[in-house]
């Protein structure tokens, strides 16, 4: 993907995650777009069944360009590697309570 091309998809979804996953192939590249509320209870109730499963659907749904995101899915070592990478993607930001 060129400068332009990922300047135009940040400008359209203002943040996008960049995964590098290695792969028989050599390295992949996906780029992600933000985690939406619809994708994220879809994807909570698949992580409650299956882990790679849930990675799959949220690969298949976040990503925006980049490298054929079926080639990641289809590799099991490549699969288990994205959905690592997958937590800084679809966690939540954390923050301080205090008891007052």
């Known amino acids: 993907m060129d400068k332009k091309e990922l300047k135009e998809l940040k400008a359209f979804y203002k943040t996008l995650f960049k995964l590098e996953v290695p792969t028989e192939d050599g390295d992949k590249v996906l780029y992600l777009r933000k985690l939406d509320r619809?994708?994220?209870?879809?994807?909570?109730?698949?992580?409650?069944?299956?882990?790679?499963?849930?990675?799959?659907?949220?690969?298949?749904?976040?990503?925006?360009?980049?490298?054929?995101?079926?080639?990641i899915i289809s590799d099991f070592d490549s699969l288990r590697t994205a959905s690592s990478l997958l937590i800084d993607v679809i966690g939540s930001k954390t923050g301080n309570v205090t008891k007052l």
């Open 38 to 71: 619809v994708t994220y209870s879809a994807g909570q109730k698949l992580l409650e069944k299956d882990e790679l499963q849930a990675a799959e659907m949220f690969l298949r749904s976040l990503t925006v360009g980049g490298d054929d995101v079926e080639a």
